[in-house]
């Protein structure tokens, strides 16, 4: 797992996450996750959402991810906060846009 974080205005930003199927070749199909916003999930930790969406990914055996061989997680808005989220402008994050559009292609 490879995650890009980011810090703005003292507050603390995660741009993507990026997970690959271990010893997966490298050709293979990829699926970008875009959802609200991000948690403390990185490098080491998985979150309860970031360990569902690779369940159903990688271990489900649904045929529209057959073949996929990495998962690209970015959010709406990249501001960290487990607990009282609100969604507001400044929380998107100055990177953020760009990151989506990046990880989409």
Do not use: W
């Not at 205005?9 to 271990?22: A, C, V, W």
């Not at 490098?43 to 990688?58: G, H, I, P, R, T």
Request: charged residues 25%; contains cysteine.
């Amino acid at each position: 797992m490879v995650a890009c974080f980011s810090s703005e205005s003292k507050s603390r930003y995660r741009n993507r996450l990026e997970i690959n199927l271990k010893g997966a070749a490298p050709l293979g199909k990829t699926v970008c996750a875009v959802i609200q916003n991000p948690s403390y999930a990185g490098e080491d930790v998985a979150d309860k959402s970031v360990q569902f969406l690779e369940k159903v990914v990688f271990k489900r055996g649904l045929p529209e991810f057959d073949g996929v061989r990495r998962l690209i997680v970015v959010n709406q808005f990249a501001y960290i906060q487990t607990n009282d989220f609100e969604g507001l402008p400044h929380q998107i994050g100055e990177l953020n846009d760009a990151t989506i559009t990046s990880a989409l292609h």
